[in-house]
């Protein structure tokens, strides 16, 4: 998987603004903020920190229903200041950090891309 599948998921939607790629060990392979926007550092929400901190937590929580629920198509989660959405392409976990906002619009323009 290279930086292709990264910008691909920008020219999806507009709202996104970080996504990483996460190996099945659950550590980062890649990663990418979206050119020209604002830092996030020193912000109590950067989009670096939502990735190596939540997808973990989330990722491995959600793998713990697989037996039972089938393969994790995607997930999204929306608080007031982002919105986070994880999904699998092959044996890579892919978490995207987006503008606050409906999570299945935005996936369902990255599945449309992407075509997943």
Sequence with gaps: ?????????????????????????????????????????????????LVHLAAPIVLGTLSNFADKCGKLICAGVRYNEVTLIFFKIDDMHVVVSADPGPPYIIMQNIEEKLQI
């Design 1 to 49: 998987m290279d930086m292709k599948i990264i910008e691909q998921i920008f020219a999806a939607d507009k709202h996104v603004r970080f996504v990483g790629i996460l190996a099945s060990d659950l550590k980062t392979v890649l990663s990418k903020a979206r050119q020209g926007l604002e830092t996030t550092e020193g912000k109590k929400c950067s989009a670096d920190s």
